[in-house]
């Protein structure tokens, strides 16, 4: 089996999260609570949380902002997003490989991080030096780790990953640190062999692992649902649920004096940004990026740059669009306008159309309003179908 190789994976550092969360609005209260967390740390069972939203409504960025203002020597963070994973073996290689890497950029300390990862054509000799430096090092259990990574089989992969958990576990222990372990678009673990497996023993190691917070983090409402809010579910009552929820208003003003802070603009104008993008941060920031450099913004201007993100987002539409039936765009096609009373709705069709409603709302593409009425979530996605005066027969 092939595993990826830890020269092919993301550090986080210092400078790479300064980087990407040069600015940071709204939020606050979330952030207060995510810190108070890691003061806790060390000190009582640690409170994990699991992040719930759409795609684009924050949930990474208020992740990057928490770790970077949380870690430290002694509080080291590891971050994987699992979307381009497809096993349980990758994530825990992901686990080994980030608290390497993240004890060696935070703690400054020099550390060995390739020695885990010897491949399994190695000769037999190196591999057994390897082994036993690493155990030598990391304890007993890292030692089992790099023997059980070599000798993959597929029904080792939940195996591979309750060693890896073992592994931090020690670690931290060792080490007397705290680990903050994140991951990200944990969703896709529903594609994984051994699904349910891997998510229960990620269950059972986190009770005894006193060191550890995990916070995971995902945009599929199903998914999420069933495997950490329902009752009796593998990570129910283990975390602590975060639902992010669009910017208000002020939250768009805060961003619009963030990217244009010597532009002037009246009240009109943050009320129309946050209406067109729905709130959704990414889609205010894209929106603020394509204004240019005006010591004036109107509503026009918002308009025009909207416009623009709308064109840029092409490829996501497409993507989109490629996964729905013909019907499907037809029923999108009734709500370019806004929203759509079922009765709209149903007489497109000669059979009552429910259950496609209910497909594209599963799929979040959709949603009910207080009303009754059914709505295009995504603001760019209805702008892109209004435009293009998409078909609705
Ligand atoms: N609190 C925030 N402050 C400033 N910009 C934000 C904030 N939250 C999100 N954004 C913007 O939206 C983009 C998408 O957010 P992201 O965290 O990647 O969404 P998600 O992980 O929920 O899909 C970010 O790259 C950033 O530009
Ligand atoms: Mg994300």
Known sequence: MQLIHAASMQTITKSGMLRKISVFADRKAELKELLASANALSRRKPQNFVILGPRRIGKTHLIIKYLLESSSKSRIPICIDTLFLTSWAEVADMLVSGLLHGYREFSG???????????????????????????????????????????????????????????????????????????????????????????AAIRSEMQFHDRIQYIFSGSSPTFMREEFLRKGAALWKQVTPFEMREFPPEGVEELLRAFHPAARHDESCIRRIHEITQGIPDYVVKTLNRMGDTDRIS?????????KVVESEIRFIQQIMDELTPDQIRILGTMTGGTVRYKEIAALFEYPPTALLRTLEKEELIAKTGRGEYVIRDPVLRAALERSRFPVQ
Do not use: P, W
């Open 109 to 199: 300390k020099r550390i060995d991080v390739d020695a885990f990862f010897i491949g399994a054509r190695a000769k037999a000799t190196e591999f057994r030096e390897k082994m036993k430096s690493v155990e030598a090092e990391f304890g007993a259990t890292a030692g089992y780790y790099v023997a059980l990574r070599a000798s993959m089989e597929k029904k080792n992969e939940v195996n591979l990953l309750i060693n890896a958990l073992k592994i931090l576990h020690e670690f931290a222990e060792k080490k007397k640190i705290t680990l903050i372990v994140v991951i990200d678009e944990i969703q896709q673990a529903a594609k994984f062999a051994n699904s349910a497996e891997g998510l």
């Open 299 to 307: 509503v026009d201007d918002v308009d025009s740059a909207f416009e």
